[in-house]
């Protein structure tokens, strides 16, 4: 009587029934490919986005995270209310990148169904500007955020930007000298070591302990010439940073070599009083990596997880670069001259007087 019941009139199988058969062998596959914790390396062009992060129930600003989880969902990796909740499938960014801030090797970690071929998958539903370049597997309780112990970090820049504020600059005639070279990285390595830096981010106060940060490098390159116009790369590495804290950093060197402020300002600004800070545009910052070595020495070569290293995807990175993030920033400098127009508003800044300074003066001259 089942099989008949099966059955309709004309010997066929009923349609309602197969589809539902459809759906319960979707179901059981999905089963046979439970969730497992991994890491996603990425890399992509932060312009025209409002940052990585997503902010859940706002579609006004468009971040990464809401065209990856988009495609997480449609190539099948997560169910699709885990798209609207991120904490059902565990999804930690390791750095929130500002608006406008491109990565070559930003890591998330999250739970997802191990399906074939993910990674081609994840990349089909995500836009050319944004790629999945690696994925490996991680530990059941691996946070990227938490266990990540220092970020590298790149600012590409026009060198035009170190040119004396008194010196009549030829942007793309421009070629920066070793001997202003040497007294960039001088002042860079300044900021070596655990410094406070409530100067360089906002809503931090001087006695907040968490605007204490630790730098382990930061240097200028060798510059380089593209598109007519000499460009510098400058890296710096640290435990974390704080929201635009870097922009700032670089801010306050080009305020100093280009003879806007005094070299002093720097250990004045570590200290409690308020000082006024330029911060850099948004369009060269990128983040290049991020580093797991606590994590590397505990389970790297423990039998079951390789270790967070990503010397297989190095050319890959490279080319990402080459094709999307270094030409975005040439591009743009050229179009809408971002440096220039920010250098222009540094001799807005009073650099000689903190906040307090200012505000006594304002009174005294009213």
């Not at 992060?53 to 169910?79: H, W």
């Not at 798209?83 to 090797?105: I, N």
Request: charged share 30%; aromatic share 8%; proline share 3%.
């Amino acid at each position: 009587s089942e099989a008949a019941e099966r059955l309709e009139e004309n010997g066929h199988p009923n349609k309602r029934l197969k589809r539902d058969a459809d759906e319960e062998d979707a179901e059981e596959r999905n089963k046979k490919s439970p969730k497992r914790k991994i890491v996603l390396l990425m890399a992509y062009s932060g312009k025209g986005y409002h940052g990585m992060q997503r902010n859940v129930g706002s579609s006004q600003f468009k971040t990464i995270e809401d065209d990856l989880v988009s495609a997480l969902v449609q190539s099948g990796c997560i169910p699709e209310n885990h798209g609207e909740d991120m904490k059902k499938m565990s999804f930690q960014r390791c750095a929130r990148t500002d608006k406008g801030v491109s990565a070559a090797g930003q890591i998330v970690s999250l739970k997802v169904r191990l399906i074939d071929d993910i990674l081609e998958k994840i990349n089909n539903h995500l836009p050319s500007h944004i790629r999945i370049l690696g994925l490996k597997r991680v530990t059941g309780g691996f946070n990227s955020k938490n266990k990540c112990d220092a970020r590298t970090y790149s600012y590409m820049l026009p060198t035009f930007a170190f040119a004396h504020k008194d010196h009549d600059v030829q942007e793309g005639v421009y070629r920066l000298d070793r001997e202003t070279l040497e007294k960039v990285n001088k002042l860079l390595a300044c900021y070596k070591g655990t410094h406070n830096f409530h100067n360089f981010t906002s809503q931090k106060g001087p006695r907040d302990p968490s605007a204490k940060r630790y730098i382990m490098e930061m240097y200028c390159g060798e510059p380089f010439v593209r598109e007519d116009i000499e460009f510098a790369v400058i890296k710096v590495k640290g435990q974390s940073f704080m929201m635009h804290q870097i922009r700032k950093m670089i801010g306050l060197v080009i305020a100093i070599v280009k003879g806007y402020a005094a070299e002093s300002i720097i250990e004045l600004s570590w200290g409690e009083e308020k000082v006024d800070v330029p911060k850099a545009p948004g369009l060269g910052l990128v983040l290049e990596r991020v580093h797991f070595e606590k994590y590397n020495r505990r389970f790297g070569n423990d039998g079951l997880h390789e270790p967070l290293e990503w010397t297989e995807e190095e050319e890959k990175i490279a080319v990402f670069k080459e094709q999307y993030i270094y030409p975005t920033i040439i591009n743009t400098e050229k179009e809408e001259k971002s440096m220039v127009n920010w250098l222009n508003t540094l001799s807005i800044h009073d650099f000689n007087s903190s906040v307090v300074g200012m505000q006594a003066n304002n009174k005294n001259s009213k």
